[in-house]
């Protein structure tokens, strides 16, 4: 699937329809998000988060590398792997003990975790243009697949 973002609000506003179709059910769900700095990541993140209902200012955990959001039926992991120097790093974080049911992971640059993080159910490239951002989708599981048809049926 690929359609383009013409603002901020726009992209925010697209995250929060990729929440809004979330297959029903509790299985772990992981979304890579992939482009270059000020690519719109960060900012489909928080629009996925607000429509999770998480209130308040979000930002990217970079130098955390993650946060936790709970909601009342779920559980948000959203890493940000920008400043990862090395993959192995992410051992020491136990970021494995959060790869179970009940959870969505919101990974912005999944690449420098390779071999560190589930893989993606669901990988979201985004590209800035002069115009316009480009959001591309692809379902790499069975869940994200129905995920990618839930949204394209919903709007």
């Avoid at 609000?9 to 029903?24: H, I, K, N, V, W």
């Avoid at 998000?33 to 209902?53: I, N, Q, V």
């Avoid at 974080?93 to 669901?122: C, K, N, Q, T, Y």
Wanted: hydrophobic share 45%.
């Amino acid at each position: 699937m690929q359609c383009q973002a013409h603002s901020g609000e726009e992209t925010e506003a697209f995250g929060g329809r990729l929440a809004r179709s979330r297959p029903a059910g509790n299985a772990l769900a992981v979304l890579y998000l992939s482009g270059e700095l000020g690519a719109g990541k960060t900012t489909l993140a928080r629009g996925f988060l607000h429509a999770c209902g998480i209130e308040g200012l979000i930002r990217s955990p970079s130098y955390a590398l993650f946060e936790i959001h709970e909601t009342a039926h779920l559980s948000i992991l959203h890493a940000d792997l920008f400043r990862l120097r090395e993959p192995g790093e992410l051992e020491a974080l136990g970021l494995r003990d959060w790869a179970r049911a009940g959870f969505v992971w919101l990974v912005e640059w999944p690449e420098r975790g390779s071999g560190h993080i589930p893989p993606a159910d669901l990988a979201i490239s985004l590209a800035a243009g002069a115009s316009a951002h480009q959001i591309n989708l692809t379902g790499a599981t069975p869940l994200g697949v129905s995920w990618l048809s839930a949204l394209q049926r919903g709007g």
